[in-house]
């Protein structure tokens, strides 16, 4: 598969994943009618900001993919934590399990870093483009957090 292919198929993978969650937790959104802590954004931030960490993890992945630097255990913890984090909404909005959806995002904190730390060691930029994500995790962190505490 050449570079193109591999770049397209890996930002189009976890963009397409949050898309589809997207559309499964929209009719349960209710993200506007909850208490917010003062930091909390406004709801048209959140589309936009996981369209972005979903572009630089599929492009963090297509680097290593196209250097031939995957491995079972990248693949294995990239994939692992796509599949954490897109339950981590369906907790959260569809079965508004709050408290639960806190513990699931500290779960997913630790494989994004693990992830972070394994896809540096192969390769720099790779790791780099993944400090945006564990950022805004752990921002969302403190938000599921302070949501349910103000809303319990």
């Known amino acids: 598969m050449n570079n193109i292919k591999i770049y397209i198929k890996s930002i189009l993978i976890p963009v397409i994943v949050g898309a589809i969650i997207g559309i499964i937790i929209s009719p349960a959104m209710d993200y506007n009618n909850l208490q917010m802590p003062d930091l909390a954004p406004p709801s048209i931030v959140f589309p936009i900001v996981w369209t972005i960490l979903y572009t630089l993890m599929g492009i963090s ?21 796509l599949l954490v984090n897109a339950l981590w909404s369906i907790f959260f909005f569809v079965l508004k399990y709050r408290l639960f959806s806190f513990l699931w995002i500290l779960l997913l904190a630790v494989l994004v870093i693990i992830m972070i730390i394994r896809f540096y060691r192969k390769n720099k930029i790779a790791g780099l483009l993944q400090i945006p994500y564990i950022l805004w995790v752990l921002f969302a962190t403190y938000l599921n957090f302070t949501i349910y505490v103000l809303n319990r």
Do not use: A, P, R
């Not at 992945?61 to 934590?81: A, F, H, M, P, T």
């Open 61 to 81: 992945y297509g680097i290593l993919k196209s250097n031939n630097l995957v491995d079972k255990e990248i693949d294995s913890i990239y994939y692992g934590q």
